[in-house]
């Protein structure tokens, strides 16, 4: 803390009272600096010493001091209760976090079980002293891909490596689950697509006495129903309302995480959901754009295979499960056709570290695994390549906050700029016709429950993207954004996004961290204009139209008022001003 104040007098303002940053930097940078390095100092030493001494002190606290040391947070905040996220850890850090902890104690730790909302600092030094005590044997990166591997190969991700040999070698002769289900079971329902298949699910099993079952990730299934019930607690009464009325007779919600062992549950209670569940639907995953291949192996890979440990476990159980369109990403065009088997037409994956490829790796490990278990034993399965999952049509608040389109938008809003095209233009070309590929949460929902709950006996893939060349860009968004009263000043690309960029960091940090700020290296360049979806979906669009899907009985064109809704959904939310 500095005691004398800044002035004219000693030169630290100017005699317009703004702070003369080079003087600042003169009369405090090297005191500055020494402090940082002492910090710095400081912290390597007490990682050096952990490293060193930690697996013999007392779990609790080395976990305790890892974090201290790892995130600088006082004292007073380290209580056994508190969560990495709580103490101001994100994904990276607890990337960090977790392979100190594996190079102390020598054991695999998750980065989904140190963000999760069910694990404190104390249940991590549990978790620890348990996989210690009596070891955690399940498939890894390594033992599946091989250490320090580069590429993963589809061959690689054979049952054998997931799947006990009883399970498979029942497999062949179990009976088929009822149709229509009548219990079904739903993963990751608390998510911002999750919500709304519950939604569904909910209202067409709750007329018939149906049941669903939804694995939510809590330290009870008490404080597991209360998170599920909070998502749709986003300012609208009718939705809440609605929620209410279908989860009286027919949700039961379970303490779960698809990231552990029989999906975190008591084996009486797995083998009890084995027996009585008659569909899966899998959208629950890890969803990180930032972490590697690696640390999402084990929830979205062996969490998957957990669940086909189930769909193949007394009945055979049908799965929609829910991937992305980035499974196509390192695959050539063959990989991109919604009748094409992924293990063929992509059978090799480099491990680099672009935008989101350990996350489409993890969903491609997945496909590959239900393809082979439809392969072998017939399992009927669904899988379901969404692309941008925009705000619900009707619901007020419900848009998914930290997604990219939602970023862009309120940045747009907040700085009051834009290109005048995001899109890169031909010669003679001032805005080129381009199209933006998402589609609304609800219609979304709908697609999926309708089309995955037809249990036809064979492997389904729908590329689930909006295929209309209607030339509804990203550029339209921002005339409708203008349209509605939104002023903004149209500039050229360059000397938008340099301008867009000082203007974010300007922000105050309560807007700032829901800006596209941290993704702004995506927009470094103007995107190539695609007319229509950049991949195909003729399966998904007959589908659609032959079950009558959607309001108009066909995928809907992106809208004026569905941009409106944005605008006031975050205005609801707090993010913007009335």
Avoid at 24 to 40: S, T, W
Avoid at 287 to 315: D, K
Avoid at 495 to 518: C, I, K, M, N, S
Avoid at 524 to 548: K, L, Y
Wanted: hydrophobic share 40%.
């Amino acid at each position: 803390m500095e005691t004398e104040p800044f002035t004219e007098e000693n030169g630290l303002l100017s005699d317009a009272r703004k702070l003369l940053r080079p003087r600042l930097r003169e009369k405090y940078g090297d005191q500055l600096e020494r402090l940082y390095a002492e910090l710095a100092e400081g912290q390597e030493d007490e990682l050096r010493e952990l490293r060193r001494q930690g697996r013999h002190r007392p779990v609790l606290e080395t976990v305790t001091r890892a974090a201290q040391a790892l995130l600088g947070c006082p004292d007073a905040e380290l209580s056994p209760g508190a969560r990495f996220t709580e103490l101001g850890g994100d994904s990276l850090s607890a990337l960090s976090f977790a392979t100190l902890l594996q190079e102390i104690f020598e054991v695999e730790v998750p980065v989904g079980t140190v963000i999760s909302p069910a694990y404190d600092l104390r249940g991590l030094a549990e978790y620890l002293e348990a996989a210690r005590t009596h070891g955690v044997r399940r498939p890894t990166f390594a033992t599946v891909h091989g250490q320090g591997s580069t590429r993963v190969q589809a061959r690689e991700l054979t049952l054998e490596r997931f799947l006990d040999p009883g399970t498979l070698a029942a497999a062949d002769a179990l009976p088929r689950a009822a149709t229509p289900p009548r219990t079904v079971l739903l993963t990751g329902a608390n998510g911002y697509l999750g919500r709304f298949l519950c939604l569904e699910w909910l209202e067409r099993l709750a007329p018939t006495g149906g049941r669903l079952i939804c694995l939510v990730r809590g330290t009870d299934a008490a404080a597991a129903r209360q998170r599920l019930a909070d998502a749709f607690d986003s300012g609208d009464p009718g939705l809440v309302r609605r929620f209410g009325e279908l989860a009286e007779d027919a949700l039961e919600v379970r303490a779960g995480d698809i990231g552990e062992p029989s999906l975190g549950l008591a084996e009486d209670d797995w083998q009890h959901l084995a027996d009585t569940v008659d569909l899966i639907v899998h959208p629950a995953a890890l969803v990180n754009h930032v972490l590697p291949y690696e640390q999402l192996f084990g929830p979205n890979v062996v969490g998957t295979a957990e669940l086909l440990r189930m769909a193949l476990t007394t009945r055979m159980k049908p799965v929609t499960y829910l991937s992305t369109v980035g499974v196509a990403a390192q695959a050539g065009p063959s990989a991109l056709r919604e009748d094409a088997d992924i293990r063929a037409t992509s059978p090799v994956r480099e491990l680099g570290h672009g935008y989101a490829d350990g996350y489409a790796t993890s969903k491609w490990a997945g496909e590959v695994l239900l393809r082979e278990a439809h392969e072998r034993f017939g399992l009927p399965v669904a899988v379901f390549r969404s692309d941008m999952i925009l705000a619900h049509s009707q619901y007020a608040g419900q848009l998914n906050v930290p997604d990219m389109f939602t970023r862009l938008l309120l940045s747009l809003v907040l700085t009051g700029i834009a290109p005048r095209s995001f899109y890169r233009s031909g010669p003679g070309e001032d805005r080129p016709r381009a199209h933006y590929d998402g589609l609304p949460a609800d219609f979304t929902a709908e697609a999926i429950t309708t089309l995955g709950g037809q249990h036809a006996e064979r492997f389904a893939t729908f590329n689930t993207v909006n295929p209309h060349d209607d030339g509804i860009s990203l550029d339209v968004f921002a005339d409708w954004l203008t349209a509605a009263g939104v002023p903004l000043r149209r500039v050229g690309y360059q000397d938008w996004l340099a301008r867009f960029e000082t203007a974010l960091r300007g922000l105050p940090e309560r807007q700032r961290q829901h800006t596209v700020l941290p993704l702004l290296h995506a927009f470094q360049e103007p995107e190539q204009p695609v007319h229509g979806s950049a991949i195909p979906a003729t399966e998904f669009h007959e589908a659609v139209r032959a079950a009558g899907i959607g309001q108009d009985k066909d995928i809907p064109h992106l809208s004026a008022e569905l941009i409106g809704k944005y605008l006031t959904d975050l205005r609801l939310l707090g993010l913007l001003q009335p």
